[in-house]
């Protein structure tokens, strides 16, 4: 069940969560702003068993070296042995697709299941935890929406309250956002970055004395967009995607890449714009309808990787097989 707790499951344990794709209000959501973003249908698997020491794919050095696997051992692992960790992805790292977020709660899953279960809104809170312990700075929006599968608003409107994920600063609400039944794409520009670097400089962007009326504006274009989501006006989110790219633009985070994906992708495209921290990473495009394979054949001309998705409707669980 979607939103059902996590259930014991003695050692070995393999859970797996869905990437992630933000479709209005990145950035602006470290801040307060709102936030949508859907569960993407490509995969991080974790399976976890009991080792002769603590070892991510068999590294051993990865338990004091690898942020996300060292911090989620520290505040979600209490005494019960060395663990051998393997984690496999579809999910390209450093894409802005929610890699990381898959693997922290891919991994917390698993670790509560094998300590006597856990509640869906433990796993989005620690997987934050984790996550920003790891990271420095960011939202709950990547973890919570891959703990929650479908598509989410943090501080948005929605249909129903998930949870509320606490934070050192500042409080967010989870709800829940009707899937509208689109297909998407989304497309890997191959440029890597570093999430934290981006949410650093968007965050002394908005410093600067016209801060306060750009995050409005953020908050004012995902407000509008999650409507238009919810009402199925395939139109207003297109605009809605429209101006939010300009916002991430004049805070800095586009790329000459990003922009040359967004100009292949305009003659299929209703709406494009980055999704994630920007600087590189990947852009979300939604697709005039059946205009998908021409799409995805324009942004690859473009020296892209793209994906057709659809939204993954089940969150974060235990599989009883692996998944090759
Ligand atoms: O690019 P990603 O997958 O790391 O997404 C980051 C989204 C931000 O809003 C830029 C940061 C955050 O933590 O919400």
Redesign the pocket.
């Known amino acids: 069940m979607t939103n059902g707790p996590v259930p014991p499951q003695p050692l070995p344990v393999v859970a797996r969560a869905p990437g992630k794709c933000?479709v209005f209000g990145?950035?602006a959501?470290?801040h307060g702003a709102p936030?949508l973003a859907f569960a993407l249908d490509l995969h991080t698997q974790v399976a976890v068993r009991p080792g002769a020491s603590f070892s991510l794919n068999a590294d051993p050095r990865a338990a004091e070296e690898h942020p996300y696997f060292r911090t989620a051992l520290a505040l979600r692992w209490s005494g019960g042995g060395p663990l051998e960790v393997r984690s496999t992805s579809r999910i390209p790292r450093g894409a802005?697709?929610?890699s990381?977020?898959a693997f922290c709660a891919a991994l917390v899953a698993a670790l509560g299941a094998a300590q006597g279960g856990v509640e869906r809104s433990a796993i989005a809170q620690a997987s934050y935890d984790v996550e920003k312990g790891a990271q420095g700075v960011?939202?709950p929006?990547?973890t919570t929406t891959v703990v929650a599968g479908g598509f989410v608003t943090v501080n948005g409107p929605g249909d129903t309250a998930l949870w509320t994920i606490r934070g050192s600063e500042r409080d967010w609400e989870v709800r829940r956002v009707v899937d509208p039944g689109w297909t998407w794409v989304v497309c890997h520009s191959g440029i890597p970055r570093a999430?934290g670097d981006?949410?650093r400089s968007v965050t002394q962007r908005l410093r600067s004395p016209d801060g306060p009326a750009l995050l409005a504006d953020f908050a004012r274009v995902a407000t509008e967009g999650i409507h238009a989501v919810r009402a199925s006006d395939r139109a207003g989110v297109a605009a809605a995607m429209h101006r939010n790219q300009e916002l991430l633009r004049t805070v800095g985070v586009s790329h000459p890449r990003i922009e040359a994906l967004l100009d292949a992708a305009a003659p299929e495209a209703e709406g494009a714009k980055l999704t994630?921290?920007g600087a590189g990473?990947s852009v979300v495009v939604l697709p005039k309808p059946g205009q998908e394979t021409d799409l995805v054949r324009r942004l690859a001309r473009a020296g892209g990787l793209p994906f057709v998705v659809v939204p993954a409707v089940e969150g974060v669980q235990l599989v009883s097989e692996p998944v090759p």
């Open positions: 933000i990145e950035h959501v470290v936030e802005g697709l929610g990381s977020a960011g939202s929006g990547d999430t981006a949410v994630g921290a990473g």
